[in-house]
Nanobody, 122 residues
Framework: QVQLVESGGGLVQAGGSLRLSCAAS????????MGWFRQAPGKEREFVAA??????FYADSVEGRFTISRDNAKNTVYLQMDSLKPEDTAVYYC?????????????????WGQGTQVTVSS
């Protein structure tokens, strides 16, 4: 079992930055694919970024603005979000996938955090 707790969300103006953190407990995340997803009101949950053994993958909508990273010593994953836009407003979720490999499919992630709200004002 993996327990995930996100933090770092909040309200920011367009063009600003936020850094989300996801602290994991229960097992080490060094051999686990970690992902970030988001869900805006009235929309489906969508893939944002993933980190698989140090390799990183991004949704086209955030490529070049967001950076996913991990600190295995702290068992924590981060999402640095720069140049934020109002359309980035959503609840952001951290997820872990125990099977080998990475995917954009949220259904293939086994463990989820409770989510943290990010609101970008125009």
């Amino acid at each position: 079992q993996v327990q995930l707790v996100e933090s770092g969300g909040g309200l920011v103006q367009a063009g600003g930055s936020l850094r989300l953190s996801c602290a994991a407990s229960g097992r080490t995340i060094s051999t686990v694919t970690m992902g970030w997803f988001r869900q805006a009101p009235g929309k489906e949950r969508e893939f944002v970024a993933a980190n698989f053994y140090g390799a990183t993958f991004y949704a086209d909508s955030v490529e070049g603005r967001f950076t996913i990273s991990r600190d295995n010593a702290k068992n924590t994953v981060y999402l640095q979000m720069d140049s934020l836009k109002p359309e980035d407003t959503a609840v952001y979720y951290c997820a872990a996938r125990s099977d080998f490999g990475w995917t954009r499919d949220s259904g293939r992630y086994n463990y989820w955090g409770q989510g943290t709200q990010v609101t970008v004002s125009s």
